[in-house]
């Protein structure tokens, strides 16, 4: 009997166990198919965001690509803003010239506003050098951009008024903000740039797109306008002698009424400034564009200059998104050749290339801009609309060139530039020869003008774009005095022009329809 209730306890305790291992198993198979469930779920969700996200091919992501894209933009229109106030003025000078009492002194005038305001970009560059990092260029830009909006704005209602003082009638309105307009703009040269710093490598480029298109956008409109467009009209002109009157026939110069008014003009103009400064709010504000800006958690001590250092790049582990259009070199450890930016370039190239880019805009800004009518009018005025915007277009296409073809060498910028040099002695030559330049009577001739324009302002254009990035990579100081040898460039090539055509005439205008050359 007691073997035999022991022998029943041991089969109710081996059942009990049984039992109890069949539910733990059971519990744990519940458990490991809520956990497969689980995970299923998870990455059912997380496969439906990357199809949304993400391209079937290459595995490009959708959401970066179009916020690049959308940051291209932005910096493209940020870049337009930069010089499209000046460039629009100078373009609609044959229409306001006719109404002010300064007559075609108006261009002279100009020239020497635009020099006085260079104390903008004076005052900056002194901060920057005496107190380096005090200075935040956000605010003066949003200040810039809001006073060419606000100074554009007044021009299209009070560029006509005039006050009387001194020898005569002035027009004190449209002198005055164009002094406000040419800070805004000379001052961007020193403020715009340095803030794209702020931003990945390849938007410099795209920046530098837009400020060329800051001359060729306000030249098209002026074109749609009709700006400039002469017809020649017979008339008649009595001359009395002592032999009797006689009538000489002679031709009168009559300009094309304009398509519509230099207010629609200069409100065109605001509303570019508008736009400026809607894309650099979004640059600097937007939390989708945030992610195109620079990681800036290092620093160094640099010639006592603190620069900014970006420790998120590397060749390695860059996306094709994040890689730069812009092939930069990112080194390890670099022996520093000077003490200037990152010391990559010995003090005799960097005199060089600041050499150069100051030579350069004194050809681009100044010199040759102040002869583009005596060089190109003499042909006619379809040559000189031709080479206008031909030119204007070149600029633009030199920075897509650089883009894709960025050849950093010191050599071929010195080629460049001694080629582009040589186009602008040929067109400083027909300027000085005007009214009666050489192929005069032969279409040859307005072709080589023309594609003379176009060969120099595209090579000197690629450049100043070269010598941007170089700089770029030196840090942030490199490009604020980027920006002052800019100015500096222009303003030398200004003063030096504006004795010789304004004081010493030594070019001579060509009458469209009574001048007769050989």
């Not at 970009?121 to 935040?136: E, N, Q, V």
């Not at 406000?180 to 480029?205: A, E, H, I, N, W």
């Not at 094309?256 to 600097?284: I, K, R």
Request: proline share 5%; hydrophobic share 45%; glycine share 6%.
């Amino acid at each position: 009997m007691k073997k035999r209730e022991r022998q029943g306890e041991r089969e109710t305790e081996s059942e009990l166990r049984s039992w109890y291992l069949k539910s733990e198993t059971n519990r744990s198979q519940t458990h490991t198919l809520k956990a497969e469930e689980t995970c299923q779920n998870v990455l059912k969700q997380e496969n439906q965001i990357n199809f949304k996200n993400q391209l079937s091919f290459g595995g490009v992501n959708i959401s970066a690509f179009i916020m690049s894209l959308f940051t291209h933009v932005l910096a493209c229109l940020f870049g337009i803003g930069s010089w499209v106030a000046i460039n629009g003025m100078w373009v609609e000078l044959p229409l306001i010239v006719p109404d002010i009492p300064e007559g075609w002194f108006l261009p002279s005038y100009l020239t020497i506003i635009i020099q006085m305001a260079n104390i903008g970009p004076l005052f900056i560059t002194l901060m920057h050098r005496f107190r380096p990092g005090m200075l935040d260029e956000r605010p003066v830009i949003y200040t810039i951009v809001v006073v060419g909006v606000v100074a554009t704005f007044l021009l299209a209602f009070l560029w006509k008024h005039t006050l009387t003082f001194g020898d005569g009638e002035h027009s004190a309105a449209l002198l005055s903000l164009s002094f406000l307009l040419s800070v805004v703009d000379c001052t961007s040269s020193v403020t715009f740039l340095p803030f794209m710093m702020r931003l990945q490598p390849q938007y410099l480029t795209t920046y530098f797109i837009g400020e060329g298109l800051s001359g060729l956008v306000p030249a098209l409109v002026a074109l749609v306008q009709g700006v400039g467009v002469v017809h020649c009209k017979n008339a008649s002109a009595n001359a009395n002698f002592s032999s009797g009157n006689i009538s000489q026939s002679l031709l009168e110069t009559h300009y094309q009424p304009a398509n519509f008014s230099t207010q629609g003009f200069f409100l065109f103009l605001s509303a570019m400034m508008t736009v400026c400064l809607g894309a650099f709010l979004l640059l600097n504000l937007h939390p989708a564009v945030a992610r195109e800006h620079k990681s800036t958690k290092g620093y160094i001590d640099n010639s006592r200059r603190v620069e900014k250092i970006d420790l998120s790049q590397s060749t390695n582990n860059e996306t094709p998104e994040q890689r730069p259009m812009l092939d930069f070199p990112e080194g390890s450890v670099i022996k520093q050749r000077s003490s200037f930016g990152k010391g990559t370039y010995s003090r005799t190239e960097l005199v060089f290339i600041f050499v150069v880019l100051a030579w350069v805009n004194a050809l681009t800004n100044a010199v040759l801009p102040s002869v583009q009518s005596y060089s190109c009018l003499p042909y006619g005025n379809q040559a000189y609309h031709l080479a206008a915007t031909l030119s204007s277009v070149a600029n633009p296409v030199a920075c897509f060139i650089a883009m894709f073809v960025p050849i950093r060498s010191l050599m071929l910028m010195g080629v460049l530039t001694v080629t582009g040099t040589g186009f602008g002695a040929y067109i400083m030559a027909m300027a000085a020869l005007s009214p009666c330049p050489l192929l005069i009577n032969d279409d040859l001739g307005a072709a080589l003008i023309v594609i003379t324009w176009v060969i120099f302002v595209l090579s000197l254009s690629y450049v100043k774009v070269i010598i941007g990035v170089i700089l770029r990579d030196e840090g942030h100081s490199a490009l604020v005095w980027c920006g002052a040898v800019v100015q500096l460039g222009s303003m030398l090539g200004a003063l030096s022009m504006f004795p010789l055509v304004s004081v010493y005439r030594l070019f001579q205008s060509r009458d469209p329809c009574n001048t007769k050359c050989p």
